[in-house]
Each structure stands twice: as structure tokens, then as C-alpha cells.
């Protein structure tokens, strides 16, 4: 078994969580110079009627698809991929990442003083077709926000990007009244359940 996995994501916060594993990992990026072009955000579009659950798995399924074929075609070492994918839910309607200031602030009004679900789907390619998956499910309500404050949080541009216009580890976390589930999991990677499929591949000791 290499000493070492593939991360399949973009995301800086997925990296350091993979740290505080102690798990060596090199980035497995899209769109490298002379590589061919990939479409990443096609990945993440949502099929009409899709539940909230079934998306994110889908979509991780897919963005670990095109992974494997990355690793493949760049003729790299082998060893596990990992990837994941987050999408914010509030009850079936699926809150991705905002279109822009005014989108991520009607995500936030929708939000305020009400419980809404994250939901984190992780996905592991071991070896030839062995795969690994586990999916998250965390429960987070937010305060009543006023006007004043989604302004000014929209204002700091840390909505734009992130499912459901926000970062819990950012000034966000201000604003959460209630957390039941995995705080890690909301970030990004939930670790609980990411050193379980680590586990069972033989990266981490069980």
C-alpha cells in the first residue's frame, strides 16, 4: 500500500482536515496545463426532482469517476483517491453554492432562525473497481439573522463559493444557535466517518 492518497478536491479546508489524520496526500487537480479540459461544475448539477441525499452521492461518485480517469491518463502511481462533495438541504431544496451577493443573501434570509441539514458524501477508490463510500448528515440552526447582518456578511465575500453561503469556520459560526452531527463534516470531510473508509483501504492503523 503507498504511503500516500490522492486528493480529489480544491478545497484547502479538505486538505487540512487530512492533516489532522496524519494522512499524506498530493492534490489530484482538473484542468492542468496540457491536460485535457474537464468540466467540473457540470458535475455538480442537480437532476430535476433529485433529493438531497441522492445528489451529493451522485455527484461524488462522478467527480471520483473523473478522478480515477485524471490518475489514469496522466499516468501517475497508483494509490487511493479520495473525494467528497458537500451540499447544504432545507428540507428537499438543495442550497448550492450562490450565483452571486444577492443570490448568497436569499440563501442566508432562508436560512435565519431555522434548521437546515449538511449533508457530506465521501468516496474512496481503493483498488481497480473496490470502492468505498460513507455520506454525513449534520443538523445546523441558525439565529434569526437581521438585514444588517447578511449584508454584512455577504459584504466580507466568504458566502460566495461555499454550499449554502457560508462557512461554519468562518464568521458564520456566530450565527449558529445549534450544531448535531459532525462540525468537521460541515467544513467539509467529515473525519469520523473519512478514517473509517481509511481504515478498511489499510491507510490508517485499525
Known amino acids: 500500500m503507498p504511503d500516500f492518497i490522492y486528493l480529489a478536491s480544491q478545497s484547502p479546508r479538505r486538505g487540512r482536515l487530512l492533516d489532522q489524520l496524519g494522512v499524506r496526500h498530493l492534490p489530484l487537480l482538473p484542468n492542468a496545463p496540457g491536460d485535457v479540459a474537464e468540466d467540473a461544475e457540470g ?8 433529493a438531497p441525499a441522492t445528489y451529493v452521492q451522485r455527484a461524488t461518485g462522478l467527480k471520483l ?9 496522466r499516468g501517475l502511481a497508483p494509490a487511493p483517491i479520495l473525494c467528497a462533495d458537500t451540499t447544504v438541504a432545507l428540507g428537499r431544496e438543495i442550497l448550492g453554492k450562490p450565483l452571486d451577493a444577492q443570490d ?8 435565519s432562525g431555522r434548521e437546515h441539514r449538511v449533508l457530506t ?9 473496490r470502492r468505498l463510500v460513507a455520506l454525513s448528515v449534520s443538523r445546523v440552526r441558525f439565529a434569526p439573522l437581521t438585514a444588517r447582518q447578511i ?19 468562518g464568521a458564520a ?13 460541515v467544513m467539509g470531510l467529515p473525519l469520523f466517518e473519512t478514517a473509517q473508509l481509511l481504515r478498511l483501504a489499510g491507510v490508517l492503523a485499525s
Open 104 to 111: 448568497a443573501a436569499r440563501m442566508l434570509a432562508s436560512l
Open 121 to 129: 458524501a465521501v468516496a474512496l477508490q481503493v483498488d481497480g473497481p
Open 43 to 50: 458535475l455538480e448539477q442537480v437532476a430535476r426532482g433529485e
Open 151 to 169: 449584508d454584512a456578511y455577504v459584504a466580507s465575500g466568504e458566502p460566495l463559493g461555499k454550499a449554502g453561503a457560508y462557512a461554519i469556520q
Open 173 to 185: 459560526a456566530q450565527h449558529v444557535r445549534h450544531l448535531s452531527g459532525s462540525y468537521s463534516g
Open 65 to 73: 469517476d473523473a478522478a480515477v480517469a485524471r490518475r489514469e491518463r
